[in-house]
């Protein structure tokens, strides 16, 4: 028998899954393995190098020409390990995504509840037929389809489009590289049936599962390393940036009148608001020097005199209500107080008779969680202008938030009802900090 299309799947098959291994032991000595996200991919990995080990196997196993029933049952053995790994590729492949979009959204998704029972529930039908015939039978050389064959291929296919429609869903959040580089599991493959159609009897499936991390691998780290290049170019420009941002000549002015007209009036109150204006100055730019996350009790002192002073100025007009469920986090100085500043500012002082700010902090399992909501005028999040002061300072937020503490920042608002702005923070980076 000629065993030459054999040969060459163990040759491929032999050095995909060196170079998946030296992959994972890179990972895994990096430490790149700590969040959620990159341990599905680093689960996705081991399914596709268990994949590869079964095509070695049964290659192996027909190339030495054993006998009938024990290649037969090392055969089945070893493409029960496949089916259950492919499967599980396919699970931790939704889980990675869910992950994803959770962390570019701010959104929980909840994709686990669906992807894995599939998984399973398929990878047990696969595995059973194999000994059974009723979805493939194997008879040591070719899979022949049973009666419920189409059947059996209906849990990959819900899986994928249940991707599909998470990704088409949350679509403004994904850039279209990465969408790109999230479908390479699905158009790969794709792409290798087509081949197979022209080059017989090649595993093509688990090459082209390998092809598909290592592109999406790739394109994140690359995606990862610019972000790096470009955030380092802008922290002396960040700095100047929060400074315009923060330091006001209105709100100065604003607060020394204030002051001036209550030395008269109350003295008491005068000598308060001095040092609490103080305060606010002496946090501003101390922690423009800071390069590294604060504790949010240290953030809300500085958000507190701030909005004591805007209090003073704006009398009944001007409503602070707290709801501090958790303040045992880190997070960029002035980054709360840029929301409540934006609150004010451009809520709250563009509404004839005034509204309430109100200031919330929560945990979960997973985050930490910080809004900033108000009843003021509203803006709608789509008229973005350039060299506006308002989405200048968001933008800046943003991208601090990004790069100090894997956080993120979602702002929603609408016009006549208010704005709420939320600070999500990754407990798991968290605690590095």
């Not at 108000?374 to 200048?392: N, Q």
């Amino acid at each position: 028998m000629d065993h030459t299309v054999d040969y060459v799947n163990i040759g491929i098959a032999s050095f995909l899954l060196a170079v998946m291994s030296i992959k994972l032991f890179g990972d895994i000595h990096m430490r790149k393995i700590s969040n959620k996200e990159r341990r599905q991919f680093t689960k996705m990995l081991v399914s596709v190098m268990l994949m590869l080990a079964s095509v070695l196997a049964v290659k192996t196993v027909v190339c030495i020409d054993m006998d009938y029933k024990p290649m037969i049952l090392i055969s089945e053995i070893a493409y029960s390990v496949y089916f259950i790994s492919f499967y599980s590729l396919l699970g931790f492949y939704g889980m990675y995504v869910s992950y994803y979009i959770s962390r570019r959204s701010g959104k929980q998704l909840a994709m686990k509840i669906f992807v894995l029972p599939l998984a399973i529930i398929f990878s047990l039908l696969w595995v059973v037929s194999l000994f059974y015939g009723f979805v493939v039978s194997f008879d040591g050389t070719n899979f022949e389809k049973g009666p419920l064959y189409y059947m059996g291929l209906v849990g990959g296919y819900i899986i994928l489009l249940l991707v599909i429609v998470y990704m088409i869903v949350y679509r403004q959040y994904l850039k279209r590289d990465n969408i790109f580089a999230l479908l390479s599991i699905i158009s790969f493959p794709m792409f290798g049936m087509v081949l197979r159609l022209f080059v017989h009897d090649i595993e093509i499936m688990p090459y082209m599962m390998c092809l598909s991390l290592i592109f999406l691998d790739n394109t994140f780290q690359y995606e990862q390393e610019r972000l790096i290049l470009e955030q380092e170019d802008k922290i002396s420009r960040d700095r100047i940036k929060i400074l315009l941002t923060q330091i006001k000549p209105h709100f100065l002015y604003n607060v020394l009148n204030s002051i001036y007209v209550l030395c008269e009036k109350d003295p008491e109150k005068a000598q308060e608001a001095i040092g609490r204006f103080s305060d606010y100055l002496r946090g501003n730019l101390s922690n423009l020097e800071k390069e590294d996350c604060i504790s949010f009790l240290r953030e809300m002192e500085h958000v507190t005199n701030y909005l004591s002073l805007e209090k003073m100025r704006f009398r009944d007009k001007l409503t602070i209500k707290y709801d501090i469920k958790d303040e045992s986090f880190d997070l960029p100085a002035l980054s709360v107080q840029l929301l409540a500043e934006n609150a004010v500012k451009h809520g709250i002082h563009k509404k004839e008779e005034g509204g309430t700010v109100k200031i919330e902090s929560y945990s979960t399992a997973d985050n930490y969680y910080v809004i900033v909501e108000d009843d003021g005028v509203g803006f709608d999040p789509g008229s973005k202008k350039e060299g506006d002061g308002l989405h200048i300072g968001l933008d800046n937020l943003e991208e601090r938030l990004v790069r100090m503490c894997g956080g993120h920042l979602v702002v929603e608002s609408t016009e006549g009802v208010g704005t709420k702005a939320t600070i999500t923070i990754p407990r798991e980076k968290n605690e590095l900090l």
